[in-house]
C-alpha cells in the first residue's frame, strides 16, 4: 500500500451553473432573441393565443413564446419534424438561451409540439410568423434571413439587423 501525502486530495465533483464555461452563443439567435425582447414578442403571442387555452384546468403548459421559437429553430435551420426541432434545440446550450429555459428546464418534447400545432389554428401561425417577419416599425430593427422561392432567391420582408442589407 502507498503512502498517501496531504496534496493528493481530489477536487470537488459538483459544479454549479454559474461555474460552467460558456461560448458566446449564436450570435443570429442572440440578435433575434434581442428583436423579440425589444418588440414584446411574449406578450403578443400570449394575448393571441389566450382564447384557445383554458383559464385553469390541470397543469400550466409551456409558454407560447416558447413553442413560436421552437418552431423559429426548425424555419431558419430547415428542420422538417417536429422531433428534429425538439433534439437540436435540446442538444444547444445557445438555443437553450434562446427558449428562455432555466438550467434545469427541459426542452419540450415532440409530442407537446405537435399537441399544440394541433390546438392553434392557422391563422395564429400566420398572425405570429407575421409578426417576426415583419417587426413593429417602431423596433427599427430586422433579421438577416433570406428565403428562396421559385428556385429565385429574394430578400425576406425583415432585411438586417444592425442595419446591414444580406442580399
Known amino acids: 500500500m502507498a503512502m498517501g501525502r496531504e496534496g493528493d486530495r481530489q477536487d470537488d465533483l459538483i459544479v454549479t451553473w454559474a461555474e460552467m464555461p460558456r461560448s458566446p452563443g449564436h450570435v443570429f439567435y442572440d440578435r433575434l432573441q434581442a428583436v423579440l425582447m425589444a418588440g414584446g414578442f411574449d406578450g403578443f403571442v400570449e394575448t393571441a393565443c389566450q382564447p384557445y387555452y383554458a383559464r385553469k384546468m390541470g397543469a400550466p403548459s409551456v409558454p407560447p413564446g416558447r413553442y413560436f421559437r421552437m418552431h423559429m429553430v426548425g424555419y431558419f435551420e430547415g428542420i422538417a419534424s417536429e422531433r428534429g426541432i425538439a433534439w437540436r434545440c435540446s442538444d444547444s446550450m445557445s438555443l437553450r438561451d434562446f427558449l428562455r429555459l432555466e438550467n434545469r428546464e427541459k426542452v419540450?418534447?415532440?409530442?407537446?409540439?405537435?399537441?399544440?400545432?394541433?390546438?392553434?389554428?392557422?391563422?395564429?401561425?400566420?398572425?405570429?410568423?407575421?409578426?417576426?417577419?415583419?417587426?413593429?416599425r417602431a423596433l427599427g430593427a430586422t433579421l438577416p434571413i433570406s428565403r428562396r422561392t421559385d428556385q429565385s432567391r429574394q430578400q425576406a420582408p425583415v432585411a438586417a439587423i444592425g442595419g446591414r442589407n444580406y442580399s
Do not use: A, Q
Not at 108 to 119: E, I, M, Y
Open 108 to 136: 419540450p418534447d415532440h409530442s407537446w409540439l405537435s399537441k399544440t400545432r394541433g390546438r392553434l389554428p392557422r391563422e395564429i401561425h400566420e398572425t405570429v410568423f407575421g409578426w417576426v417577419f415583419n417587426p413593429p
